[in-house]
Every structure is written in C-alpha cells, then in structure tokens.
C-alpha cells in the first residue's frame, strides 16, 4: 500500500475530540468546516488561522498553487472575502473577524502559498444621521 492510498492520519483524533465535545456539550457537534462553495476550496484541505491582538487582527491562509496575481482579496470592516483561482481549484471564502477593523489599513503579503493579511483594528463606525 503507498501513502498516499491510507487515510488521514488524524481522522482518528478528530473522532475522539468530536466525541468529547459531543459528551461535554451534551448534543451533537459537527466540527466539520461548513464552505459556502458548491466545489472544493477552503474546508477541504485548506487551513486558515486568525490571531488578535490589542491593535491587530492577522488573517493567515494556506493557498497552495496560487499565483499571487490571482487572488482577490475584500474587506467591509467585518467580513473579509479570499478568493483565488489556481490550474486545479477554486478557493472561495468569507471570513467573519473578530473584531471590527479598519479595511483601508490592510497589509497584505503571499510567500510560498501562505497568504497573510494585518488590518489595524477600529472603534470607528459610520454615524447616521435621523432627518
């Protein structure tokens, strides 16, 4: 058998913590990634990290295959979108922050397939004004 004809070696791990989670929270929880996409991208093998801090919030993506030119990359303050196209797949996803940042603050870089995005968090949101 070659290696790559055996299962995930982690399945296994991800079984018992599944069943820990299900015995402490005492109903069924799904741990598996929910995609907004019809097709594969994020969810089936692509693995995204965010980190806080006091002044940040840093998205990390894993974008295997991806030329930097093909990824799309939007912000609404809440919600950042990554979209990349590469030969074989479609990576499509909407990522909810954890806290509300500045968009125009973004810093974004890719090196080796990981992409990783730094936006300056804010207070700041738009007053309305009542006529």
């Not at 809440?78 to 030969?87: G, K, N, W």
């Not at 797949?89 to 890719?110: F, G, H, K």
Request: proline share 3%.
């Amino acid at each position: 058998m070659r290696r790559d004809d055996r299962d995930d070696p982690f399945d296994d791990l991800f079984r018992e913590i599944e069943r820990m989670m299900n015995d402490m929270m005492g109903g069924n929880v799904d741990m598996q990634v929910d995609t907004s996409t019809t097709g594969p991208g994020f969810g089936a093998d692509t693995h995204v990290d965010i980190h806080e801090d006091d002044e940040h919030v840093r998205v990390i993506a894993d974008l295997p295959g991806v030329e930097k030119e093909d990824i799309n990359l939007k912000c609404d303050g809440e919600t950042m979108t990554i979209s990349a196209v590469s030969d074989h797949r479609e990576y499509d996803e909407r990522i909810s922050l954890p806290a509300r940042v500045d968009e125009r603050s973004a810093n974004a870089t890719y090196n080796n397939g990981v992409l990783e995005v730094t936006l300056e968090k804010t207070d700041e949101s738009a007053n309305i004004s009542v006529e």
